[in-house]
């Protein structure tokens, strides 16, 4: 039994490691998917004075600290998203690894649902573009991944995708475009990795989320009535808190509502 709980204390360990490194790469997805450049070449360099980057300077998170978030060279701030989607997505490996019960199959596939959602992530905070070419065969593999794995069965990962495209459309129709289509489509992966319930949870959830980050940065002048502001984050964040604690949720809500016992 000790030795069962060390090796799963060493897994996790080491899925928070590999979460930071693969962060990493995400915030490369990030940067460089929606201006059309290539993710693997030419390697990591500074966007403003364009120097390669050492080795010491590529540590996940690490690294942003000890250059204080500055270019050596020019100076010029590096944004905190960086660290940020490195560090959300080594807590999400480790998370999953720490729930995963010996289904390695299913850890893998949650693995890849994390890096998809911090590439999405990385997108919509640089660019406010979520692209095609990465939430359109993200929907198929986490269709298949899910009901291969049994992480939903196949009518419930269907469903949650298509509960998932159909109201994000329904609000980007209602509200003449002002939420993009872009986010329907991050929402089919989303949905069949959680199901039609609980992706109508993470939806709440995520408007909840929106607005309490919203709300105190337009009374702060910081965002300007009308000006878009990124979503993606958002639902990423619903959907992690569906994933790990959704359940707890619902019955918390249940009980306050008297649905349940």
Same mark, same amino acid.
């Given at each position: 039994m000790?030795?069962?709980?060390?090796?799963?204390e060493? #897994?996790?360990?080491?899925?928070?490691i =590999?979460?930071?490194?693969?962060?990493?790469?995400?915030? /490369?997805v *990030?940067?460089? +998917?929606?201006?059309?450049?290539?993710?693997v070449?030419?390697?990591?360099?500074?966007?403003?004075?364009?120097?390669?980057?050492?080795?010491?300077?590529l540590?996940?998170? #690490?690294?942003?600290?000890?250059?204080?978030?500055?270019?050596?060279t020019?100076?010029? %701030?590096?944004?905190?998203? =960086?660290?940020?989607?490195?560090?959300?997505? *080594?807590?999400a490996f480790?998370?999953?690894?720490?729930?995963?019960?010996?289904?390695y199959?299913k !850890?893998?596939?949650?693995?890849?649902?994390? !890096?998809? +959602?911090?590439?999405?992530v990385?997108?919509?905070?640089?660019?406010?573009?979520?692209?095609?070419? #990465?939430?359109?065969?993200?929907? /198929?593999?986490f269709?298949? *991944?899910?009901?291969?794995?049994?992480?939903?069965?196949?009518?419930?990962?269907?469903?949650?995708?298509?509960?998932? =495209?159909?109201?994000?459309a329904?609000?980007?129709?209602?509200?003449?475009?002002?939420?993009?289509?872009?986010?329907?489509?991050?929402?089919l992966?989303i949905?069949a990795?959680?199901g %039609? *319930?609980?992706?109508?949870?993470?939806? /709440? +959830?995520?408007?909840? =989320?929106?607005?309490?980050?919203?709300l105190p940065?337009?009374?702060?002048?910081?965002?300007k009535?009308?000006?878009?502001?990124?979503?993606?984050?958002?639902?990423?964040?619903?959907?992690?808190?569906?994933?790990?604690?959704? %359940?707890?949720?619902?019955?918390?809500?249940?009980? #306050?509502?008297g649905?349940g016992?």
């Open positions: 000790a030795q069962e709980s060390a090796t799963h060493i #897994l996790i360990a080491l899925a928070f =590999y979460g930071l490194i693969f962060g990493s790469f995400a915030n /490369v *990030g940067y460089r +998917l929606p201006r059309g450049e290539s993710v070449w030419p390697g990591s360099h500074c966007p403003n004075c364009g120097r390669d980057l050492a080795a010491w300077e540590v996940p998170v #690490l690294s942003w600290l000890v250059i204080r978030g500055r270019c050596r020019c100076k010029v %701030p590096i944004s905190w998203r =960086y660290p940020a989607i490195e560090l959300a997505t *080594g807590v480790a998370l999953s690894a720490a729930t995963s019960s010996g289904n199959a !850890l893998a596939v949650w693995w890849a649902f994390w !890096l998809y +959602l911090a590439s999405a990385g997108c919509d905070l640089t660019s406010l573009i979520l692209p095609d070419v #990465l939430t359109l065969p993200a929907g /198929v593999i269709f298949l *991944g899910s009901g291969l794995t049994d992480i939903r069965t196949w009518p419930m990962a269907a469903a949650g995708a298509a509960v998932g =495209y159909a109201i994000v329904a609000v980007h129709f209602v509200t003449g475009g002002k939420m993009g289509m872009g986010d329907a489509k991050l929402n992966g949905g990795m959680l %039609p *319930g609980y992706m109508v949870m993470a939806f /709440v +959830l995520a408007a909840i =989320y929106g607005m309490l980050a919203a940065l337009r009374l702060a002048g910081r965002v009535p009308q000006q878009p502001i990124p979503f993606a984050p958002f639902l990423a964040l619903a959907a992690a808190t569906c994933a790990f604690v959704g %359940p707890n949720l619902w019955h918390l809500y249940a009980r #306050l509502t649905l016992p």
